[in-house]
């Protein structure tokens, strides 16, 4: 198993209302380095789809050209939501915003089949977005259900379950 590189790791999920948005210019894109670039893990292949798209909004929100957000954001179609704004899975680069529903930018669209349950492909994201968007420091979260630090003899612990494929990323796996 390959670790990941040194990184902050946040673990958080939250829904709620916005702020509003003061006009500062687009954030920097790939190559520019910022101060912080929060990188975002945003696996809504479950039920909690229904507070993906506002929490974008909030990133939108945020207004200083200091923080940049980057995010590879899953959505999939199952008995949690049946009508999802798209399916698959992209990766966007947060710009400010205070128009309803995600405006934010596109950097690439990697399509069906992207297993956001596995350690590798949570590396694979860190690796690249660190490499993509330089910043003087780089924040992880990972976005969706968790269930505990220590593994018990009766249930795993982990992150990131995908519902679509079944899987999620151990606990142990997070390793830095």
Same mark, same amino acid.
Request: a negative charge; charged letters at 20%.
């Given at each position: 198993?390959?670790?990941? =590189?040194?990184? =902050?790791?946040?673990?958080?999920?939250?829904?709620? $209302?916005?702020?509003?948005?003061?006009?500062? $210019?687009?954030?920097?894109?790939?190559? %520019? +380095?910022?101060?912080?670039?929060?990188?975002?893990?945003?696996? =809504? %292949?479950?039920?909690? &789809?229904?507070?993906?798209?506002?929490?974008?909004?909030?990133?939108? @929100?945020?207004?200083?050209?200091? /923080?940049?957000? *980057? /995010?590879?954001?899953?959505? =999939?179609?199952?008995?949690?939501?049946? %009508?999802?704004?798209?399916?698959?899975?992209?990766?966007?680069?947060?710009?400010?915003?205070? !128009?309803?529903?995600?405006?934010?930018?596109?950097?690439?669209?990697?399509?069906?089949?992207?297993?956001?349950? !596995? %350690? !590798?492909?949570?590396?694979?994201?860190? !690796?690249?977005?660190? &490499?993509?968007?330089? @910043?003087?420091?780089?924040?992880? *979260?990972?976005?969706?259900?968790?269930?505990?630090? +220590?593994?018990?003899?009766? +249930?795993?612990?982990?992150? &990131?379950?995908?519902?679509?494929? $079944?899987?999620?990323?151990?606990?142990?796996?997070?390793?830095?």
């Amino acid at each position: 198993m390959k670790r990941l =590189a040194p990184f =902050a790791l946040l673990l958080a999920v939250g829904c709620g $209302g916005g702020g509003s948005v003061d006009p500062v $210019g687009p954030i920097p894109g790939p190559g %520019a +380095r910022t101060k912080w670039t929060i990188l975002v893990y945003m696996n =809504a %292949a479950n039920d909690l &789809s229904q507070f993906d798209a506002a929490n974008i909004a909030q990133m939108e @929100s945020i207004t200083s050209p200091d /923080v940049r957000f *980057v /995010v590879q954001w899953k959505q =999939a179609r199952g008995p949690w939501d049946a %009508a999802p704004e798209f399916v698959g899975t992209r990766r966007y680069l947060v710009q400010p915003n205070a !128009e309803p529903g995600v405006q934010s930018q596109i950097v690439q669209n990697m399509g069906d089949g992207v297993d956001m349950g !596995e %350690a !590798e492909t949570l590396r694979e994201f860190v !690796e690249w977005g660190r &490499s993509t968007f330089p @910043s003087d420091r780089v924040g992880v *979260v990972v976005w969706n259900h968790g269930n505990g630090w +220590r593994r018990s003899a009766d +249930r795993g612990r982990g992150v &990131s379950y995908d519902d679509e494929t $079944g899987n999620h990323v151990d606990t142990w796996e997070l390793k830095g």
